[in-house]
């Protein structure tokens, strides 16, 4: 059962800005965390940041860095992206992931659980 489901997606224009939702719906007591990956027809899924429930500084990855940017609300059990000033190359399926531990990272194999993914298309 699919306990981590995303929103948010759509298309808008380059330089545009638009916020993705991930609700974890089996949030458990302990510390662990939740990343957003996105991934392009063909390609492997491209790590984009994460953040843990608690503390925690959240994560970027190098390439959305200055541009996106992670938040949390524990109280909805949900994690956010933001993105802004989007571009062409931004257009990918993101999908959310939920970690077995307080882990962030690129590594797939550390996560149990995915949404089903959200589609966000840059173009004007």
């Given at each position: 059962?699919?306990?981590?489901?995303?929103?948010?997606?759509?298309?808008?224009?380059?330089?545009?800005?638009?916020?993705?939702?991930?609700?974890?719906?089996?949030?458990?007591?302990?510390?662990?965390?939740?990343?957003?990956?996105?991934?392009?027809?063909?390609?492997?899924?491209?790590?984009?940041?994460?953040?843990?429930?608690?503390?925690?500084?959240?994560?970027?990855?190098?390439?959305?860095?200055?541009?996106?940017?992670?938040?949390?609300?524990?109280?909805?059990?949900?994690?956010?992206?933001?993105?802004?000033?989007?571009?062409?190359?931004?257009?990918?399926?993101?999908?959310?992931?939920?970690?077995?531990?307080a882990f962030?990272?690129?590594?797939?194999?550390?996560?149990?659980?995915?949404?089903?993914?959200?589609?966000?298309?840059?173009?004007?």
């Amino acid at each position: 059962q699919v306990q981590v489901v995303e929103s948010g997606g759509g298309s808008v224009q380059p330089g545009d800005s638009l916020r993705l939702s991930c609700v974890d719906s089996g949030r458990r007591s302990s510390d662990y965390g939740m990343a957003w990956f996105r991934q392009t027809p063909g390609k492997d899924r491209e790590f984009v940041g994460g953040i843990t429930w608690i503390g925690g500084t959240p994560m970027l990855a190098a390439s959305v860095r200055g541009r996106f940017a992670i938040s949390r609300d524990n109280a909805m059990n949900t994690v956010y992206l933001h993105l802004r000033s989007v571009r062409p190359t931004d257009t990918a399926t993101f999908y959310c992931a939920r970690a077995r531990r307080a882990f962030i990272g690129a590594d797939t194999s550390a996560y149990d659980d995915w949404g089903q993914g959200t589609q966000v298309t840059v173009s004007s």
